[in-house]
C-alpha cells in the first residue's frame, strides 16, 4: 500500500502585483510560481531545481507560508494550510522548518548561539532546563562543540554558520525541511560536507527534504526525485536517475549540458539557446522555453494546454511539442 504523501503541493500560485502611476494601481503582476503542483512522501528528498530566477526560493517559502499563496492549495498531513492563520499554524511549524541560502544572513549577530537555537523552544514554550540539553545536543548532531553556544555566528566559518542553521531547523523534530539551496554560498571543499550531514540527519530522524538548487549536479546525489522548474511552472518530475539518464525536456536536457564533466575523456556537448529568460510579468504565448528554441513547432504550443502528463510510469513531462522529440510526442499522443 503506497502511503500517504506528507505534503501535496495543488495547482500553487504565487503572483506579486506589478503597481505604477501616481495612484499605484495594479498594472499587472510577476507570476513567480503559476500552477505547481508536487507531492512528498514521508522519509523522501524531492530535488527543485531550475535557473535562478524561475520561482523555487518562492515556491519553497510558500510551502512553509512564509509567503501568501495567491491561488492552489498546500495539503501537510491532511490538513489544508493554504489559508490558515499565524496563529492556528503555530502548532503545525514544529513538523515543517526551513535552512536558508546564506546563513550569514538568516543567523542574528546580536544573538549567541545558544539564543538562536534556543528560539524555537522558546516560541513553543519548552522548559529552561530541556532547552538547556536540547541545544547541546543538537550541537553535537551536526559536528560542533558545545563551547560555541556562548559565541556569535560572525566567529565562524560559512560551512559552520550553515551548521548553526541546520541545528536550528532541527530543534523542534520536523518531519519536513525544506532547504533552499543550503550550499550555493558555500566552499565547493565544504559542500559535500554539508550534503552528507543532511543526508545522515534524514536517515537517522526520518526526515523528508524539498531540496532545491540551481545545479543538478548538487542534487543528484541526495534526490530520490527531481522536479526541473522553468518560469514558474514545473517541466519535468521523474526519479533522480531517470532524469539523469533519460531527459524528456529539452530545458533538462539544456540543464544538463552545461554539468562539467570530471572525466576528460567524456565531452559533453552543451545545449545553446536563443535569447533571455522571458519576464514572469510578461511571459511569451504558448511554450515560454520553446521560443528560445528556434522551434518551428512552437507556433503549435499557443493556446494549448502544456500541463504535465506521465510519459512512462513514474515520468511527467510538460506536454509541449516544441520541447519535445517526435517519438516522446507522439507517446503522451497515444496516453
Given amino acids: 500500500m503506497i502511503p500517504a504523501p506528507l505534503l501535496s503541493v495543488k495547482d500553487l500560485r504565487v503572483h506579486f502585483p506589478v503597481r505604477s502611476g501616481v495612484l499605484l494601481r495594479q498594472t499587472g503582476a510577476v507570476r513567480a510560481v503559476d500552477g505547481v503542483s508536487l507531492d512528498i512522501a514521508p522519509g523522501e528528498t524531492l530535488g527543485l531545481v531550475g535557473e535562478s530566477g524561475c520561482g523555487k526560493s518562492t515556491l519553497g517559502k510558500a510551502i512553509v507560508r512564509l509567503l501568501e499563496p495567491t491561488d492552489g492549495k498546500i495539503i501537510f498531513e491532511n490538513h489544508d494550510i493554504t489559508r490558515s492563520s499565524q496563529r492556528s499554524l503555530r502548532p503545525l511549524r514544529r513538523d515543517f522548518q526551513m535552512i536558508f541560502q546564506d546563513p550569514a544572513e538568516s543567523l542574528d549577530p546580536r544573538m549567541s548561539v545558544r539564543a538562536i537555537i534556543e528560539e524555537p523552544f522558546v516560541i513553543h ?20 562543540p558545545a563551547s560555541a553556544a556562548e559565541r556569535y555566528s560572525f566567529e565562524f566559518s560559512g560551512g559552520q554558520r550553515q551548521r548553526i542553521g541546520i541545528a536550528r531547523a532541527l530543534a523542534l523534530n520536523p518531519k519536513l525541511i525544506v532547504c533552499d539551496e543550503p550550499v550555493s554560498a558555500l566552499d565547493v571543499s565544504v559542500q559535500s560536507q554539508i550534503l552528507n550531514l543532511l543526508v545522515e540527519l534524514q536517515r537517522d530522524f526520518g526526515l523528508s527534504y524539498l531540496f532545491i538548487a540551481h545545479d543538478l549536479s548538487v542534487v543528484k546525489h541526495v534526490s530520490d526525485r527531481v522536479a526541473v522548474m522553468y518560469l514558474g511552472k514545473i517541466v519535468e518530475l521523474a526519479s533522480a536517475e531517470a532524469i539523469y539518464q533519460n531527459p524528456r525536456h529539452a530545458y533538462t536536457k539544456a540543464l544538463l549540458s552545461a554539468i562539467p564533466s570530471h572525466d576528460p575523456k567524456v565531452k559533453r556537448k552543451k545545449i545553446l539557446l536563443e535569447g533571455d529568460i522571458p519576464s514572469p510579468i510578461a511571459p511569451p504565448p504558448g511554450s515560454a522555453f520553446g521560443h528560445r528554441m528556434n522551434d518551428p513547432r512552437y507556433p503549435e504550443t499557443i493556446g494549448a494546454d502544456l500541463s504535465l502528463r506521465e510519459i512512462s510510469p513514474g515520468h511527467w513531462v510538460a506536454a ?5 522529440t517526435e517519438e516522446d510526442w507522439k507517446l503522451l499522443a497515444k496516453s
Avoid: W
Avoid at 127 to 137: D, F, G, M, P, S
Avoid at 320 to 324: H, I, Y
Fill in 125 to 144: 514554550g519548552t522548559a529552561r532546563a530541556e532547552r538547556l540539553t536540547r541545544v547541546n545536543e543538537l550541537l553535537d548532531r551536526v559536528g560542533l
Fill in 320 to 324: 509541449d511539442r516544441s520541447c519535445l
